[in-house]
């Protein structure tokens, strides 16, 4: 019974964490935080779902390789590697292969609500989207346009550009889009829900390079779990051109503790509480504690759970501060 039940509890995680579901909850969360943060209200149903689910449809779609509708539907399997073979970090690759069928249907399913989702968006701002400032549509189309540049000709034979094979820049390629739609499309969909126009000041501009350099330091240390696979395909990632201890000691730490600094400058600045400025202080301590951690080696699902949880950690801490800042 009690090994039924670990099994039970090993699909239950790995649907969650290899299906990129997390990753939908880790976007609602610092949508959310970002509204707070910049004082704006809450958007309607429909946006957080068409951000959720995008976020599914991106990550599945990435990492599905081989796996195409043709095999999962007309029963071709795909010749695996014996699971003895299955090195230290394959384990969400062979759950892709076993779970071939439900991706796909999942995949079409999320991309018919992304997209009923999107429609519905644009036809209730239809009525004033053609009125909308140049620094508003550079926002609405940077984003996704540089996602889809991120995988390149990989997956849209049409672009020739990858930027994911960039190496130094691809952990902050990753968190460009992430903060761009976590940090700006939450504000500006709901000043447009009103009729109104956004504008990038400073608060949204600090805000949004705080989200991003905070992903781009986990996109770094997840890269360290792709150490043997991107040095031979020479992918020149920070852990593959300078080694695993630099990479902690010489690249993430003092990043880390330049961006507390500037929290802690800003902060200052803005006259946060005791209250709200050590709520806020929480996900920088926890990057620093998760950094120093890495210099062992780790599963895949620390990384999926632990490094990745850290922006879920963020924007729960984030809508804390907010609250409490309120409160005070």
């Not at 997390?22 to 809450?42: K, N, P």
């Not at 014996?82 to 991309?111: E, S």
């Not at 400025?277 to 999926?304: E, G, Q």
Request: net charge positive; proline share 3%; with cysteine.
């Amino acid at each position: 019974m009690n090994r039924r039940l670990f099994l039970i509890r090993e699909r239950i995680i790995e649907f969650i964490f290899f299906g990129n579901y997390f990753y939908a909850l880790c976007a609602l969360s610092l949508a959310i935080e970002s509204s707070f943060q910049q004082s704006i209200g809450m958007n309607r149903f429909v946006f957080y779902l068409l951000l959720c689910s995008a976020t599914i449809v991106y990550y599945n779609y990435a990492y599905m390789g081989e796996i195409s509708f043709r095999i999962a539907f007309l029963g071709r399997k795909i010749k695996l590697t014996p699971p003895a073979k299955y090195d230290y970090y394959n384990r969400r690759t062979a759950w892709y292969h076993r779970n071939d069928r439900l991706l796909n249907i999942t995949q079409m399913f999320f991309l018919l609500v992304a997209s009923a989702c999107a429609i519905d968006l644009a036809a209730v701002e239809y009525h004033h989207i053609f009125s909308l400032h140049l620094s508003e549509w550079l926002m609405l189309f940077s984003v996704p346009v540089i996602a889809v540049l991120y995988y390149g000709n990989a997956f849209f034979p049409v672009f020739r550009i990858n930027l994911r094979r960039t190496g130094w820049l691809k952990p902050f390629v990753v968190g460009f889009v992430w903060a761009g739609a976590v940090t700006i499309y939450p504000p500006m969909f709901h000043q447009w829900q009103n009729d109104l126009h956004y504008d990038f000041n400073f608060l949204v501009f600090w805000l949004f390079v705080k989200n991003w350099m905070y992903i781009s330091v986990l996109a770094i240390m997840f890269d360290i779990k792709d150490y043997a696979d991107d040095a031979n395909r020479q992918l020149k990632t920070f852990v593959v051109q300078v080694g695993l201890r630099k990479t902690i000691f010489m690249i993430l730490l003092p990043l880390i503790v330049v961006g507390l600094i500037a929290f802690s400058i800003f902060a200052l600045e803005s006259s946060f509480t005791s209250v709200h400025y050590l709520v806020n202080l929480i996900p920088f301590l926890l990057l620093l504690w998760v950094a120093y951690s890495l210099h062992r080696r780790k599963p895949i699902l620390y990384y999926l759970i632990i490094i990745d949880g850290l922006m879920l950690v963020k924007g729960i801490c984030g809508i804390a501060g907010a609250l409490l800042f309120s409160r005070y």
